[in-house]
């Protein structure tokens, strides 16, 4: 049975729950948007299902759209990042291309999470020199994306919850 995922805004004004197959927080995102949106990087590391996406004080919900800029040119994304118009607490990304899946940020979620048996970095490319990343000795590191998705990550490691 999917874990159920309960999250919350830091102000209480939204309170949010979603069910999971792929509870464990293995991502960590060192692009720019993570950085400066909030939610330490585990922004895309959770995925819930959509329809099980139950939201109270909604109508504190805003969105944000990240500009994207690559070979020069910038665009807006497609994936809507929602959060707390209250006090700005980043709670999940929702984007068009997946309309099944809601990705919650881990660190808006109030439910124990289980530990990861290793990390997958990913964007590194886009760090800045500041940051000195954690790596373990059985983590993966990447300059952009990992082919591997969520679902696989879970599924070949045995930690998807039916």
Known sequence: MPLTLEGA???GAMRFSV???TPHPYQLCYCSICRKVGGSGYAINLMGRYDTLSVTGREALGAYRAQITEDGVTREGSCDRS?????GAMLWVYAPEWPDLVHPFASAID????QPPERVHI??????DWVTPDIGPNDKTFDRYPD???EDW???RGLWID
């Open 154 to 156: 879970h599924r070949s």
């Open 111 to 114: 439910t124990e999470l289980p």
């Open 19 to 21: 069910e999971s197959n």
């Open 148 to 150: 591997q998705s969520i």
């Open 83 to 87: 959060f707390c118009k209250h006090c």
């Open 123 to 128: 964007m590194l490319g886009s760090k800045p």
């Open 9 to 11: 805004c830091h102000c």
